[in-house]
């Protein structure tokens, strides 16, 4: 029986939000337009964000462990060490370069001077194992970590991995994601305060109805129900949109702008996961919800 | 019906808009309050409806101690007082028919029950081929009758009117008056604030005369009111 009641409330509530959208057409395009361009900015940012996020992921597959030996291995050899190696904490794909592999990737850099390597025989260059290691292990520390371990296995003595590089990626990702955090920030606290504030001003534009609300004896939250519906309406077309509008400006300018920019050059820039979009419609939602409450707060009190 | 024990309102420290005002107003009682602008009788209507609160004394509606409602009691009372403005406060986005069923929808009734009251009122008001339209198409006057059907149409024992005719010929003002004469003799208690001398002289109703916040003089109706 309560729940009959509450629904018809709820469905009445629900009718009232969508004629008061028609009956103040005005204010609620300006609502929906604002949220839609205050959202449509903090997705174009997150778009770029996740894509760089995403060339950097790429970019540190380049973090790679070499162990040299100065002979050729047996394929015993091999497979032993193999085994241990991948044995080792992070480590995710090792191969053996074998001299004469060695010897054909250095032609191949000398490309047009190959009549420099005539006389040189394969034997000067050292074999090695390549070691590939798990996202989570590609920074300093865990390369570092990595390399020490590495050390205790018997047979192995010469190891390079790029320390310098490994560093300064590290610092330029970390740099990329405060700058992202810093940014992301204050676009986040500009967007609630121009969205809050605009909800305001469509609210305040008809406090009229609120006082004689409040005159004809109605209570705080019949008052107030209508209103925050319509802020979540409000919120989700806003947000609906943005997406829309992300989504063409991507399929027009964006989706090959990859290749210039150099970020993932085989795919280009890719779109915001389904998750992130998912995302940006409940903090619409939430948006016109919180916006419309806290006016709607400053406002009742008639 | 109405009673109000020895109220002071001071909005600030050392104004104050009333001072120590006792007054009864009877169940199915028709008052006038006129004064000057300022007197004070816009702030005691509003201590009726709960949309203040004295400073000092006690305000009691029906028996029940207005300031010591909590907020969330106030819409309660408010249902059994209808209040009308000189400016109406008619939703201009809203037709006729919908500023009137707003007092019903506030109370929970079904939509077929407020069509007929809402359209019964609105007959009785002469205003049924207007029930589409926005209050910004009406004339001063209807925009009245349309205020009133909203303060009236669910009965309210109570009707405040503050300048009701501030704003009108004398052909409508008659028109209220006697909207308000008809409330009356149905149960209604009716206060008029007003300083609209010809509306007081017609009714032959008590008058309370306010200046500066006091009760100045009270004429109860039999004595009536010398016309200037």
């Known amino acids: 029986m309560s729940g009959q009641l509450f629904s018809g409330r709820f469905g009445y509530f629900f009718t009232r939000a969508l004629i008061n959208i028609r009956q103040n057409i005005f204010v609620n395009v300006v609502t929906v337009g604002t949220i839609t361009l205050a959202l449509l900015i903090v997705s174009l940012f997150l778009l770029v964000f996740v894509n760089l996020e995403n060339a950097a992921a790429s970019w540190s597959e380049r973090v790679q462990v070499t162990v040299y030996f100065d002979r050729e291995l047996s394929g015993q050899e091999q497979s032993s060490l193999r085994s241990s190696i991948l044995a080792l904490p992070g480590a995710s794909r090792v191969s053996y370069v074998s001299r004469d ?163 993932n050059p085989t795919s280009g820039l890719s779109f915001l996961p389904m998750e992130y979009g998912g995302g940006i419609v409940l903090a619409g939602i939430f948006l016109g919800f919180l916006g419309s409450l806290t006016s709607l707060k400053r406002f009742i009190n008639i | 019906m109405i009673q109000l024990h020895n109220v002071s309102l001071a909005y600030q420290k050392d104004a104050s808009a009333l001072n120590d005002i006792t007054l009864h107003i009877h169940k199915g009682e028709f008052i006038f309050m006129t004064g000057p602008s300022g007197a004070g009788k816009t702030t005691l209507l509003r201590l009726l409806y709960g949309a203040l609160t004295p400073t000092r004394g006690q305000v009691l509606i029906d028996g029940q101690n207005v300031s010591r409602l909590t907020p969330s009691e106030i819409p309660f009372l408010r249902r059994s007082i209808g209040v009308v403005f000189q400016d109406f406060k008619l939703l201009s986005s809203r037709t006729v028919f919908e500023n009137v069923a707003i007092t019903l929808e506030v109370l929970g009734w079904g939509r ?91 009714s032959h109703k008590r008058l309370v005369t306010l200046s500066k916040g006091d009760i100045v003089e009270q004429l109860e109706k039999e004595e009536g009111i010398k016309p200037f």
């Not at chain 1, 300018?253 to 150099?262: D, E, I, K, P």
Request: aromatic share 8%; charged share 20%; no cysteine.
């Open chain 2, 112 to 202: 077929a029950d407020i069509g007929k009251k809402v359209m019964h009122i609105l007959r009785q008001m002469g205003l049924e081929s207007k029930i589409h339209l926005t209050p910004q198409r009406l004339s001063g006057g209807e925009q009245q009758r349309v205020a009133l059907a909203r303060a009236l149409v669910n009965e309210p024992k109570i009707l405040l009117a503050d300048e009701p005719t501030g704003n009108l010929d004398d052909a409508n003002k008659n028109q209220i008056l006697n909207i308000f004469k008809e409330a009356n003799v149905k149960g209604t208690t009716v206060v008029v604030a007003t300083h609209d001398r010809r509306l007081i002289e017609n």
């Open chain 1, 101 to 263: 592999e060695a010897f054909k990737r250095f032609k191949s850099r000398l490309r047009g001077q190959e009549t420099l390597l005539e006389g040189v025989p394969s034997e000067v260059l050292p074999t090695s194992f390549e070691i590939s290691l798990k996202s989570s292990q590609r920074d300093s520390a865990g390369v570092e970590a990595f390399v020490t371990s590495l050390r205790q296995l018997p047979g192995i003595s010469e190891i390079q991995y790029g320390e310098e590089w490994v560093r300064r990626f590290n610092s330029f990702l970390n740099f990329v994601r405060l700058l992202g955090a810093l940014l992301g920030g204050f676009l986040v606290v500009a967007v609630v305060f121009i969205v809050s504030n605009t909800i305001k001003l469509t609210i305040y534009a008809r406090r009229d109805e609120l006082e004689v609300m409040s005159l004809v004896g109605a209570t705080r939250f019949f008052i107030k129900a209508p209103f925050l519906i319509e802020g979540i309406i409000q919120g989700a077309v806003g947000s609906l949109l943005a997406l829309l509008l992300l989504l063409g400006l991507y399929e027009v300018f964006l989706h090959n702008a990859g290749s210039f920019l150099t970020f």
